[in-house]
């Protein structure tokens, strides 16, 4: 059942707001299942071998599964989307920095923008998504749209 009362709609955000998550240490059982699930079992993600011939000198972490940890569903915030989530419409992303197994990863979303047409029941929600690792860096930036119920529209 949803509580409307911790509901967020398109007029409860502003430009600059920061929703976190809990942050997430990647395992090697991680990479193992994400390459199982995509399918993708490219060796510089799970050979060690192999990987000590790159210039990472070890394995890197699969980018989608970076992207899936951006994903405003796995989010604390998306309990508080239930009454308003319609749609995600856009996906960027930006690979700063490489990541690997057993490093901890810190989601973060910041408030770009929101944008509404008169007369129209729900607006665009943009959100810049940050993944941020144990030493504070930037690893992964990128940037999310929604289609977002208005408060005045879910009366």
């Known amino acids: 059942m949803v509580d409307e009362t ?17 942050a997430r240490t990647i395992t090697a059982a991680d990479v ?7 399918g993708d079992a490219h060796p510089l993600h799970y050979d060690d071998e192999y990987a000590k011939t790159t210039r990472f000198g070890r394995p890197i972490v699969h980018g989608l599964h970076l992207m899936a ?8 915030l998306a309990e508080r989307l239930e009454a308003s989530m319609i749609a995600f419409l856009e996906l960027e992303a930006s690979f700063r920095k490489p990541v690997f197994k057993d490093d901890t990863l810190h989601p973060q979303f ?10 129209v029941e729900w607006g665009k929600l943009a959100i810049k998504v940050r ?4 030493r504070d860096e930037i690893v992964v930036e990128g940037r999310h749209v929604y289609r977002i ?3 005045t529209s879910a009366r």
């Open 149 to 151: 119920l208005c408060r």
């Open 6 to 22: 911790t509901q967020l709609f398109l007029e409860d955000f502003t430009k600059g707001q920061i929703f976190a998550s809990p």
């Open 69 to 76: 940890l951006t994903a405003l569903g796995a989010a604390p």
């Open 131 to 134: 993944l941020i690792n144990q």
């Open 110 to 119: 910041e408030v770009e923008g929101t944008e509404h047409k008169p007369g």
């Open 32 to 38: 193992l299942s994400f390459a199982a699930l995509t």
